[in-house]
C-alpha cells in the first residue's frame, strides 16, 4: 500500500526503516501532520531475520517493516513510496523533492535513510552478503555458530572482528588479503586461540548450490570455509543532504562516514534532525528504532514551543 503524498506536513521523515518509522510513530501519536518517504532499500534486507530486538527476535525484516508501516498508519501517518532527490530550506520550513518530480513541504525534516555497506571487490562475497557473508557476530553469530568461518581482512578492525567471532566457533581461519598485517602481540593472541591466519590476496569465493564452499587464494589454493565475515566501511546514505548544507563526513571511530547529529538528533542545521544509521554508524535495529523515536519526541516538543510562541504572539496584538 502506497499513500497519497500531500503538500505539506508538520514532519517529512526521509527513510523508512527502524528509525524513520519509530520517528513518525512518535509523531503520529503526538497528533503531527507526518509522512514517512522510503525509497524500498533497507540495510538489512538480505538477511532472514533481525536478531537481537526483543519481542521480535527472528522476524524478517520485510515483515518488521511492513508491521510498522501498518503502525504509523494507524494514528494517521503517510508511508510513500519515493526516492528523495533534494531538500533544502524554503519559506520559513522545507521542500523536499522526489525523483518522479513531486515536492512536499515541511517545517521539520527528519533524515533516517541508513547506510550503504562497502566492501572489498572479491568476486563471490557481495553475492553472498546477509547470508553466507555477515559482519555482526551480535545480529548473525547464532546462525553460524561452530561452522568454519573465514574472516576477509578489510583493515585493523578485522583483528577486533576476529577475536570476537571466536566467541561462536573454535574453528577460524583470518584471511589478511593484504591489507592487515598483525603485530606480533596480535598473532600471539590468535595463536593462543587456535586461530590461523593466511596471508596473500584472495582471488575470489567458491560457492556450490549457493552455499559458500570456500576461499579460493590468487596462488591458486583452496581454503575451506562455510561462512564469512567482512567489517565493511558504513556510508551514509544521504547524497540529498548538501541543499540542506549539511555533508557527510569521517567518523570519528575511522570506520566510514556518517552526518554528525548530538544525541537528541539534532543536526547542525535548525529544523533538520537525524536518527539511525545515518549518523551513529554502529547502531543495531533496537538501538536505531529507539533514537527515531527520541529525535520524534524532541521535534514534537520543538514544534510545541514554536506554536506556543505563535499563539502568544497573536494574545499579545
Known sequence: MTDELKDRYDVVVIGGGAAGLSGALMLARARRSVAVIDAGEPRNAPAEGVHGLLGREGMPPAELLERGRGE?????????????????????????????????????????????????????????WGRGVVHCPYCHGWEIQGQAIGIVATGPASVHQTLLFRQWSADLVLFTNEVLEPSAEELEKFAALG??????????????????TGVRLASGELVERQALTVATRPEARAGFIGGLGLEAVEHPSGMGEHVPADPMGRSEVPGVWLAGNVTDLMMQVGNVAAAG???????????????????????RE
Do not use: W
Open 72 to 128: 504509523v498508519r494507524q494514528y494517521g501517518g503517510h508511508v510513500v513510496s519515493g526516492t528523495v532527490t533534494g531538500a533544502k530550506a524554503l519559506d520559513g520550513g522545507f521542500c523536499v523533492s522526489l525523483e518522479d518530480g513531486r515536492e512536499v513541504r515541511a517545517r521539520r525534516v527528519l533524515v533516517t535513510t541508513g547506510v550503504t555497506d562497502r566492501m572489498p571487490d572479491i568476486p563471490g562475497l557481495r553475492e553472498q
Open 195 to 212: 586461530i590461523r591466519v593466511v596471508n596473500g590476496p584472495i582471488a575470489r569465493i567458491e560457492t556450490a548450490d549457493d552455499a559458500i
Open 293 to 315: 523515536a527520541m529525535a520524534g519526541a524532541q521535534i514534537n516538543m520543538e514544534l510545541v514551543e514554536e506554536d506556543t510562541a505563535a499563539a502568544l504572539a497573536a494574545y
